[in-house]
């Protein structure tokens, strides 16, 4: 197989697709997606929103920019345990899926 695969999580427990990666994006493109799929499904954008809450800083209202923002050694290291580059940014699909799978697996 020729260029760059990636593996992600199948939509059943347990499965898994390969599927050819897609050119990197910001994570501030990644955003619009992810907002346009939440205000489609509800429940895909409470996934997204506890998701969310559950990466921010700790004690965000005491140091500017006074924003629930996400840890960025946590944030890297789970992109490069998850695609071996901390500089990666997610598809949107694998996000979506993760939220869910943590709704579903954690029973938040």
């Known amino acids: 197989m020729g260029g760059e695969?990636?593996?992600?999580?199948?939509?059943?427990?347990?499965?898994?697709y390969l599927a050819p990666m897609a050119?990197?994006?910001s994570w501030w493109s990644l955003i619009p997606r992810l907002a346009g799929r939440a205000l489609l499904n509800p429940r895909i954008a409470w996934d997204l929103l506890t998701l969310t809450w559950a990466f921010r800083r700790?004690?965000?209202?005491?140091a500017p920019p006074f924003l629930p923002s996400p840890i960025e050694p946590i944030s890297e290291w789970r992109m490069h345990t998850a695609y071996g580059d901390e500089r990666r940014v997610p598809p949107a699909d694998?996000?979506?899926?993760?939220?869910?799978?943590?709704?579903?697996i954690l029973k938040l």
Do not use: H, K, N, Q
């Open 5 to 16: 695969y990636t593996v992600g999580l199948g939509d059943s427990p347990g499965t898994m």
């Open 23 to 25: 050119a990197p994006d």
């Open 58 to 62: 700790r004690r965000w209202w005491a």
């Open 94 to 104: 694998d996000v979506i899926r993760f939220a869910r799978w943590r709704r579903e």
